[in-house]
Each structure stands twice: as structure tokens, then as C-alpha cells.
């Protein structure tokens, strides 16, 4: 007596038993007395799968390609593909599975920063000796004292001061003596003396009040009071009374509080919502109740490893002087995204702005009144009015399985005879709260389990299918802005590609050579120009190899020799599409052959979930098994088309 035969349906119902649970009630396969339904005997209309590999699926019987136990027939309802579970509406409701349809919404999220005040460092001024002498007093004797501009602040003793104020007053003396020579060289050759000797002391830090009453006084002093350039707070005192100094010894340091820079922290996940000029609350514990109002005026370009955060300074006024240097803030920016990860401001509107100081905001271009440089277009900042702005697509953060690699969802299918369920890797955008903005991989009004999805991950698991946990991962994926010209530029190749894998599908080697001739010309076409060198790196480790593919492909004498380049070919392909992606919201397949090239097993890329293998043609058109989906990135025109400088200036 065969055991095995016997033993085989016993295995198959035990493994219909374990994932039942939640799959709902699963029947064993019909089978004959001996355990296998006779080849001869069975219905065309029939799929066949192997009781210890549910996700094989064969259009006639035979041994499973992975382990070679007999197929079994694939129980009603089992067709369901890789991804996708069904259910019992009782099993539904004891796993408490809930759903909510995928939206398009602004979001608006308050990025919370922690921080300490300092000095503006463009409001700081250095007091400095403009000539050799002794400081014999300093009227400002210790840090903390406020000055205006004008006060005196030290008496200056100068050899240097003296002879100089000497060789004025002897120069007025001359050109007075002059005056009514009729000899206009010498007259003018006076005067220029004369003024140069006042220039002179002047240039020396006396002010024209000091250096005229010099004058009107007609004797020269040794000593020099020198006076604050600004009004301030002393916030440094370098030298001593006594000490001598020479040309450009540093006395002072003055501060203008009036003005502050706050330095705050802002962790890496938050900064797609954080732009040059937003508009900053910001409260201390110093001052309960007061909310001061700032702009941030500058990202800090790189990222502190230690703490995994990015400083951000924010210019803020502090007319009463309330706050104070060392004082540590709590600050909100409240940002709104729109669906290109653009932030939306209607404040700024058909501005433009100044790239420094981002207070300076006009209706038109124009210089800014602090610095002189030309005002920019708020647009090229990050912004755009919520009016032109395409609403992101969102979903909750409780729909999200999320591994550290990748993000899937569990999508309702629509129009079942049971509950069923389809796990869809996406593509997030950044978090806002209880939501995820969604780039690629979810439309508009699906359904997502909200509740539940754990459950029906570990059913899938159960079922040997494609989880949270086992779909493929990648080792780099670059699906930003940043390589959107690529993508678009890749699109003829993929076309070519699907041309040349289904031509070898109808056994047509005239036509998969034709296709590749395509393929060729559209690949030389590809434009990595400005793409991160990273993935430059990857994508210039592809190209070479698959363009010598081709090359053999086309120079191919028979199917068999096309279908061995095919398969080179279809590797450097999938990696292009593992590393880049594809653009639109349309869905590639990744379909794997275990019986191609003697069972050692190939993979190709196809548009549609319907196997066209094209390795074994009309022999076995259907066999092959979908292992990965590939979900699109949705990739604006103005991303598209954007030059390398067009977007540096952007995100300036």
C-alpha cells in the first residue's frame, strides 16, 4: 500500500485546519480512492496547488516545482493570488477587522522644538584701539552695562594722538597763512594737507565734534575718549585700565538685545515640514503666559549625529528686553503640506522674499532693505498658496504596518462574495499625528484596515503568502524628487522591456529582437543628471551590463539564445525598478519560473498579474508565480522638468 498517497490529503486537511481560523472554512480537495485525482480525468477550468506550498498555482496536475509532491486541486475560492485573504464574515467580525476609506486632506502639523536663546551675531560690535597708547580709564569697568551710541567708554592716553593733533592744527595754520595767495597750487596743496591731517583723527575713532573743538581750542591733548559705535550691552570686557594697546587691541564687545537668535532643535523626521521665513510661536519659562512671535532664517545644512537633530535659528525681536541670552524656549511652527511637499502658505502668496532675512517680504522683486540682495519668489522656497495646492493623500497611522525596510496596508477588495483583503506595500511621505501622506501605492476612496491588520498579516504568514514580514526588501530605494527625471526618463525602456517580454511569450524572436533594439535606444536615453551620487552609483552599475544583454539579445540565432540574454536582461531590469521604481500609481509585477533553465529558476518584470511566461512561451504560458508588486511614485510635471539648480535653489 502507497502511505504516502494516503498520508498526503491527511497533511493537506491538517494545513487547512491551522489556517482556518480566520480564512473561514476550508473543504479538502476531492480526491480519488488512491489520494490523486487521475490526470486524465480532470477539468480544464481546474488551478492545482501543493497542500505544503499554497502558493503554487498550475493550470494542470504534476508534481510541485519546489518540493515534488503532487498537486492537489485549489479549493473554491482559493484563486486569490499572493496577496489577497478571504474570509467568513463571522471570522471578520472576531477578528474585529475595521476599515476607512483613503482621503485626500491638508494636514496640518505642529512641529514642536525645544531650544535657548543668543546673541544676533550680526547685532555684535567689537570697540576696538584705532592707535598705540595706555588706557588710563575705562568708564565702562565690568560686563552687564548697557551703553547708547555716543557714550564715552575709555580715556586714551597717545604720544601718536598728540603729534597728530599737532600736525593739524599747524596745517590750519597754513592754510589760513595761504588764503590770499594768488599762487592756486599752493593754496590747494594746503587745503589737501589740512584735510588729510583732520581725516586723519578721524579715521583714529574722534568724532568731528572731538576734532573741531581741537580745533576751536587751538592747543593738542594726549588723551582720547573713545565712544560706542552702537547702543548695546557690554557683554565681553577684554582689557584692563592700565594695560597698553596697540593698533586693533580688542577693549569691548557690545550686543544689541533689541534683536535675538534662538537655536532650537528639530529631529530629522520633522524637517519636510520646516521652511526658510515660517512663522515661529515660541514661549519661555522666564515669561509664563507670553508668546513671542519669530521666523526661522536659516536650516542648519547638517545633521548633528549624536542627537539625530538639525539646528534651526529664528530671528525674534525683544523690544523690552524681556527675554534674555541662555534663556531656554519652547517653540511651535504650525505647517500645512501639500501633496508635492510643498508648504502651504497663503501669507506668502505671489510674494517675494529676502534669502537672508526672511522679515523682508514684498509684493514684487525687489533688493532687501537689510542686505541688498535680490529678493527671490517664495515658491522657489517651498511654498505655495493652498489655493494651487493638490491635496495630499492620506491615510491613519494605524493602517500602516511598518518594518523598518518598507510599509504595508491591508486594502478591502471591493465587490467579493467574501471579505477579502490584499496587502499593498506603499510608499509614506512624512507622519502628521495620527496620519501618514501617502506617495504611491493607494488611491483615492480604497478601503485600509484600520483594526485587524495584524490579524490578517499573521494569516498570511500562515499561508506561506507575501506578508509584512517576507516580502522582499531593499537594499537602497530612491523614490524622492530628487530622481524624478531619471524615472520619467526610464519610461521608454520599461515600455520597450514589456514589448520584448511578451514577444517572447508568443515564442516571436523576430519581435522580442525588435523590442530590444528599443529597449537599447531608450536606455541610452536615460538622464541621471543631478541624481544623488549614491544613486548614481547604482544606476551606472546596471546600465553596462544590461546594454551588452541587449546587444546579445539582438544577435541572437534562436529563441533559446534570445531567452538566456532575456533573462540578463530581466535581472538588471528588476534591479532598476528595485532601486528606482516606476512612475504612475500603476502596480509591476515580479513573476518567478522555478522550472526555467533546467529548474534552476528565472524572474522577469510584467504590467499585469496575469502570468505570460516568457521562457517557456505556449508550452507553459501560464506557469510562473508573482512574488513582488511594485508600487509607482506619482511624479509631478514640475518635478520632472525641474533642472539640478532650479531644485538647489529650491531647497535653499
Known sequence: MNWNKITRPVAAAGLCALVGFFVGRCTTPATTTAGVAPPGKSDAATRWTCPMHPEVDLPAFGPCPKCGMDLVPRAAGGALGPRRIAMTEEARKLAEIATVPVTRQFLTLAVRMSGKIEFDETAIRTIAARVEGRIDRMFVDYTGVPVRQGDHLVSLFSPALLTAQQELLEAKKRRAATAGEASQFLRDSNEKAYRAARDKLLLWGLSAAQVDAVEQRGTAEDHMEIRSPAGGVVIHKLLDQGDYVREGSKIYRIADLERLWLRLDAYEQDLPWLRFGQRVTVQAEAVPGEVFEGRIAFLDPVLQDRTRTVKVRVNIANPDRRLKPGMFVRAVVRAQMGGN??????????????????????????????????LVPAESLGYVPPATAQKPLVVPASAVLVTGTRAVVYVAVPDQARPTYEGREVILGP?????YLVRAGLREHERVVTNGA???DSSMQIQAKPSMMSMPGESMLFVGPDTAVLRVSLGPLGTAYFALQQALARDDLGGSQAAARQATTALSAADPAGIPAAAARRFGAEVEPLRVALRDLVAASDLAGARLAFATVSRHVLELERTFRHPGEQLHFEVFCPMAFDDRGAAWLQQDKTVANPYFGARMLRCGEIRTEFVGVSTTIRQATETPGQKAKGNK
Open 454 to 456: 495584524f490579524r490578517i
Open 431 to 435: 507622519r502628521a499625528g495620527d496620519y
Open 341 to 374: 511637499g510643498e508648504v502651504l502658505e497663503s501669507r506668502l502668496a505671489g510674494k517675494w522674499i529676502s534669502p537672508m532675512h526672511p522679515e523682508v517680504v514684498k509684493d514684487g522683486p525687489g533688493k532687501c532693505d537689510v542686505c541688498g540682495m535680490d
